[in-house]
């Protein structure tokens, strides 16, 4: 489902990033797969989600699990 957004407030510059459901899946299914440590740059590289994208669902891992199960 597509639209269903979490917006954090960035540290820098006040700029806002937005999760999607499907950025959540794909690390979700990456992170499934058990075959990555998730901190590890293969794992970003294996979402196919930019580094930004990446960093803010581990920082907010939580509320994204809750809002997209």
Known sequence: MYGQTVTRQMPKGGDKMAITKEDFEDYL???????YNMLSQDAIIATGLDKDT????????SELKERFG
């Open 29 to 35: 299914a990456v992170q499934k797969s058990g075959m």
């Open 54 to 61: 990446y960093m803010s669902i581990l920082s907010d891992y």
